[in-house]
């Protein structure tokens, strides 16, 4: 079955620094989507992003945060001045034909 | 706005029938899903359903869909140690995104 993948697996900053979240969707697909699961809660919708623009977001996604399809196959999530309650899992996902294929998640730790 | 609801834990003995309940607010959903999430990993979805649907059977799995109470439940048959992960539900408003549920840890008892 097609893959989304993620890259790092695992991150380690520190407070106040900017983070690059990498992914890369499923090659035929149009959605693209963030979602963050903070450990131990539920996992919540960051952004949609669609025909190269964000299609929806979330109460979550103020300012500091940016995604970006800089290429035909990356989408990125920024995360400027990383603040300590920004440590969680951040999952990407795409969508084809009303599926949601999520990639592994990308373990964000702020210290 | 959309709340999806469902019980925290599960506790079930190796062989018997699982049943995960839950329930959500947005009766327009047009998709009802189920995801698994094992321990470290991403969520792999496991079954979905079409609101127009009452009941879908995929192997172990039955998910049953009563759309007058809002409640959608994933029934996994023969449980096995294997099972032990966390099952979130999740609904589709819209083409755009899921609104997930707290998940529910399944603990399956050797």
């Known amino acids: 079955e097609p893959e989304v993948t993620q890259t790092p697996s695992h991150q380690v900053t520190q407070m106040g620094q900017e983070v690059i979240l990498r992914c890369v969707p499923i090659?035929?697909?149009?959605?693209f989507y963030w979602y963050r699961q903070i450990l131990g809660q539920k996992v919540e919708f960051l952004v949609s992003?669609?025909?190269?623009?964000?299609?929806?977001k979330s109460e979550i996604f103020d300012d500091q945060f940016s995604v970006e399809r800089p290429d035909g196959s990356n989408f990125t999530l920024k995360i400027r001045s990383t603040k300590l309650e920004d440590s969680a899992m951040y999952f990407c996902?795409?969508?084809?034909?009303?599926?949601?294929?999520f990639g592994e998640g990308s373990r964000l730790t702020v210290l | 706005g959309e709340d999806v609801e469902q019980s925290l834990f599960l506790s079930v003995r190796e062989g018997d029938s699982s049943v995960i309940n839950c329930t959500y607010t947005?009766?327009?959903?047009?998709?009802l899903y189920w995801y698994k999430q094992e321990p470290g990993a991403g969520l792999q979805l496991l079954t979905y359903?079409?609101?127009?649907?009452d009941m879908k059977q995929d192997q172990r799995l039955t998910v049953l869909l009563n759309k007058k109470d809002k409640h959608l439940s994933l029934r996994i048959a023969d449980t096995q140690t294997g099972d032990s992960a966390i099952y979130f539900c999740?609904?589709?408003?819209?083409?755009?995104?899921?609104?997930f549920g707290t998940g529910t840890r399944l603990t399956v008892i050797p």
């Open positions: 996902a795409s969508s084809g034909q009303q599926r949601l294929f």
């Open positions: 090659s035929n697909h149009l959605y």
């Open positions: 992003f669609y025909n190269n623009e964000i299609s929806e």
């Open positions: 947005d009766s327009s959903s047009t998709y």
């Open positions: 359903i079409f609101s127009n649907m």
């Open positions: 999740a609904e589709s408003p819209g083409a755009n995104n899921l609104f």
